[in-house]
C-alpha cells in the first residue's frame, strides 16, 4: 500500500500545461485553506492589536527566508541540479549533499544570531508597537516564527530535488499543509496561549510541508547527507548565482517590511487591513503567475541548455500567453466582485463591515496589478533559466526604491491634502476610517506596473519580435473580460433582489452566480474570436482527464 501510495505521488509529469494545471490544483487547495485560515483569523480576532502585532512579527522570519532560503530555492537549484544530473547520478548526489550541509549550518547560524537580536531589530522597525506596550509579545512571537524560515527553507531545498525529476505531484499536494499547521494553532493554540499559539502553528505547518516530501526523496535515493567534506567550488557557483536573486527577492520583502512599518503609524488594524487584502489578492497570482512560472522554469532550463534560444523563445511566449489567458479575465472579476468575496471570505465575527469597504478597496488596488505580478514571475524565471540572475536584481531595486518612496508620499498627500483624500474615498466607497492604509496598495501597483515595463522591455531587447506574439492574446483577453466584468457587474442587482445581502450566504450566491454570468460571457467572445487558449485548454483537458485518444487530438489541433 505505501509503495503504491509513493508511486501515484511521485510519478513524472513531463508536460508544460499538465504541470502548470496542476501546481494550479494545489495553489486553489491551498488557496482554500489560507482563506478559511484568514476567516478564522478575521471571525476571532478581527482587525484587532492581537492581529497587528501576528503579522508585523512574520517580517524578520520572512525575510530570513528569502534572504538565506532563497539561496537554495529551485530558481536557483533546478538548473544546477539539471547540469549535475546530466554528468550522472554520483555527482548529482554529491552536489545535493554538498549544497545541504552548507546551507544548513547557515540558516541555523543566522537564525540564531536573529534570535539574539530580536528585541533591537523589532524596535527598530515598529517603535509604534513598542510604545504601545507590545515590544515583548512582539518579540516573543518573532523568536517563535524564526523556526519557519528554518523548516521552510529545507522543504524548498527537497522541493527542487523533486522538480528535476519533474515529480509535481508531491509538491502539489504537501503546499497546502503549511496552512493546515497554522489552522490547527487558530484553533487549538490561540484561545490558551495568544498570539504565540498562532506562531505555534505556523512552526507546525513548516514542519509538516517539510516531512512530507521526504519519502519521496529518499525513495529516489537522493536524500543528502551533512558531510564536512564540502565541496566548495560547487557552493561558490551556487553562491554566485544565488545572491543576485536573493537579493532581489530580498527587494520585494524589504518593500512588505516598509509598507508594514508604515501601515503601523496609520492606526489600530491598518496592518491587519493591509495583509488581509495582500493574502486576498494573492490568490489569482499563486493560482496563473506562480503555477505557469513554476511548471515553466525547469523545462525552460532545460530547453536553454539543449535546443537553444529559438526553442526557449517559443516556449517563453507559450507560458506568457497562458498567463495573460487566465489572469486577466480572473482580475476584472476580482475588481467587479470585491465586495463579495471580502465579506464572504472574512466577514464574520469581529470582522465588521467597515473593515469589509476598507478591505476591499485595498484589494481592487491590489489586484488591478495582479497580471503583471503574474507576468513579472515568469520574467525573472527566465532570465534565472538563462543564468543571468543580475538583470532581474537592478530592475527590482529600482521598482522597490520607486514603490517605497510612492507610499510615503501618498500617505502624505492623503494625510495632507483633504481633496485628494476626498476623491479616493468617494471613488473606492470606503467611509474614512483609516483609509490612509489604502495609499499602500496603491503604490504596490504604480510598482508593479513599472516593474513589468522595465521586465518587458529588457526581455524584447534579448528577443527582437517577442512582443508581437502576444499581442493577439491581450487583444482577445482584455475584450472578453471588459464584457465579461460588464455583464458580471450588471448581473448584481438582479440577484441582489433574489438572494439578498443580510446573509454571508445570501452574499456569496450574488457573487458567485453574477461570477458565472462574467464568466459564461468570456467563453462567448473567446468563442467568437477563436482563442488558440481555449484550444489548448480543451486538447490538454481532453488528453489528461477524458483520456482522448492521440489521433483524435491531432485533429483538434489541425
Not at 503504491?4 to 486553489?28: C, M, N, P, Q
Not at 510598482?447 to 506574439?469: D, I, K, Q, T, V
Not at 483577453?477 to 466584468?485: A, D, R, Y
Request: aromatic share 12%.
Amino acid at each position: 500500500m505505501v509503495k503504491r501510495i509513493l508511486s501515484f505521488v511521485g510519478r513524472e509529469i513531463s508536460g508544460l500545461h499538465e504541470a502548470a494545471y496542476l501546481l494550479a490544483g494545489s495553489a486553489i487547495m491551498s488557496l482554500v485553506f489560507a482563506l478559511v485560515r484568514d476567516r478564522l483569523l478575521a471571525s476571532t480576532l478581527g482587525t484587532s492589536t492581537t492581529l497587528d502585532l501576528y503579522y508585523a512579527a512574520f517580517r524578520v522570519p520572512d525575510l530570513i527566508y528569502v534572504v538565506v532560503a532563497s539561496l537554495v530555492s529551485t530558481s536557483i537549484l533546478v538548473p544546477f541540479l539539471v547540469e549535475s544530473k546530466s554528468k550522472g547520478g554520483d555527482d548529482l548526489k554529491r552536489s545535493i549533499s554538498d549544497l545541504f550541509s552548507a546551507f544548513s549550518v547557515l540558516i541555523i547560524v543566522v537564525c540564531g544570531a536573529a534570535f539574539a537580536l530580536m528585541p533591537q531589530i523589532e524596535r527598530f522597525l515598529f517603535p509604534q508597537l513598542f510604545a504601545q506596550g507590545l515590544g515583548d509579545e512582539l518579540v516573543m512571537v518573532s523568536r517563535i516564527l524564526l523556526s519557519s524560515p528554518l523548516f521552510l527553507g529545507i522543504a524548498g531545498f527537497f522541493t527542487s530535488i523533486t522538480q528535476i525529476q519533474n515529480r509535481f505531484l508531491v509538491y502539489a499536494l504537501s503546499v497546502p499543509l503549511y496552512n493546515v499547521g497554522i489552522i490547527i494553532g487558530i484553533l487549538f493554540f490561540l484561545p490558551s496561549m495568544g498570539a504565540s499559539g498562532l506562531a505555534w502553528g505556523v512552526a507546525l505547518g513548516a514542519v509538516l510541508l517539510c516531512l512530507a516530501q521526504i519519502p519521496i526523496v529518499i525513495r529516489d535515493g537522493l536524500f543528502p547527507r551533512l558531510s564536512f567534506d564540502i565541496g566548495w567550488s560547487r557552493i561558490r557557483k551556487v553562491t554566485l548565482l544565488s545572491v543576485p536573486r536573493t537579493l532581489t527577492m530580498s527587494s520585494q520583502q524589504l518593500t512588505t517590511i516598509a509598507f508594514v512599518s508604515f501601515a503601523s503609524f496609520l492606526g489600530v488594524g491598518s496592518i491587519s487591513i493591509f495583509n488581509f487584502a495582500l493574502n486576498l489578492q494573492s490568490v489569482p497570482l499563486s493560482i496563473i503567475g506562480a503555477s505557469y512560472s513554476s511548471a515553466a522554469f525547469p523545462v525552460l532550463a532545460r530547453i536553454i541548455i539543449e535546443q537553444g534560444r529559438e526553442a526557449f523563445m517559443h516556449k517563453l511566449v507559450s507560458a506568457f500567453k497562458h498567463i495573460i489567458f487566465w489572469s486577466v479575465p480572473i482580475t476584472v472579476l476580482f475588481i467587479v466582485l470585491r465586495a463579495q468575496i471580502v465579506r464572504t471570505v472574512l466577514g464574520s465575527g469581529a470582522f465588521s463591515w467597515s473593515d469589509t469597504k476598507l478591505t476591499a478597496a485595498a484589494l481592487a488596488l491590489f489586484v488591478v496589478s495582479s497580471v503583471a505580478q503574474s507576468m513579472i514571475l515568469l520574467f525573472v524565471r527566465s532570465f534565472y533559466a538563462e543564468g543571468k540572475t543580475s538583470k532581474p536584481l537592478f530592475l527590482n531595486i529600482a521598482s522597490m526604491v520607486f514603490t517605497i518612496g510612492a507610499a510615503f508620499l501618498l500617505i502624505k498627500l492623503f494625510l495632507h491634502w483633504p481633496a485628494f483624500a476626498y476623491f479616493m474615498e468617494s471613488l473606492l466607497k470606503t467611509d474614512g476610517t483609516n483609509a490612509s492604509v489604502l495609499m499602500l496598495p496603491l503604490a504596490f501597483s504604480l510598482g508593479s506596473f513599472l516593474n513589468l515595463a522595465l521586465h518587458w522591455r529588457s526581455c524584447a531587447r534579448e528577443f527582437p519580435g517577442f512582443s508581437r506574439f502576444l499581442y493577439r492574446t491581450i487583444f482577445q483577453s482584455v475584450g472578453s473580460s471588459i464584457v465579461g466584468g460588464y455583464a458580471a457587474y450588471a448581473s448584481l442587482r438582479f440577484f441582489d433582489d433574489i438572494f439578498g445581502l443580510s446573509t454571508v450566504l445570501g452574499v456569496f450566491m450574488q457573487g458567485l452566480c453574477a461570477g458565472l454570468v462574467g464568466i459564461a460571457a468570456m467563453i462567448v467572445i473567446l468563442w467568437l474570436l477563436k482563442s488558440p487558449e481555449m484550444r489548448d485548454i480543451l486538447i490538454t483537458f481532453k488528453h489528461k482527464v477524458w483520456r482522448v485518444d492521440r489521433a483524435s487530438l491531432d485533429r483538434l489541433q489541425s
